[in-house]
């Protein structure tokens, strides 16, 4: 079965109000058997245009990887990481 991915690319507009997000997320993702991949760090834009922060989760299936995210759990935070910054969110299903 293949790995689902959460792919996040974010530019913090609110940098208080999002350390909370960032302090409450991480005991969501592992409530679903998720884990970081990336979570800032260096990055370079080669081609397009990209936002500054970057991060990728992996799950064990895509279904899981859904299932956090429209979780209550996770749904009780989202809205501080919205109202803190912009950005885009996919969640895709790996390749076997």
């Excluded at 790995?3 to 530019?11: A, E, F, H, L, P």
């Excluded at 679903?32 to 834009?45: D, N």
């Excluded at 990209?50 to 209550?72: G, I, M, N």
Aim: proline share 4%; glycine share 10%; net charge negative.
């Amino acid at each position: 079965m293949p790995k689902g991915y959460v792919i996040g690319q974010i530019d913090v507009t609110d940098p208080e109000a999002y350390k909370e997000y960032a302090a409450k997320v991480p005991a969501t993702i592992a409530q679903f058997g998720g884990r970081y991949l990336v979570r800032g760090g260096k990055s370079e834009c080669k081609e397009g245009s990209w936002l500054p922060r970057s991060v990728t989760l992996e799950f064990d299936s895509y279904e899981q990887a859904v299932a956090w995210y429209e979780s209550d759990v996770y749904q009780a935070i989202v809205g501080i990481r919205q109202a803190a910054s912009r950005g885009n969110l996919v969640i895709v299903e790996g390749h076997e």
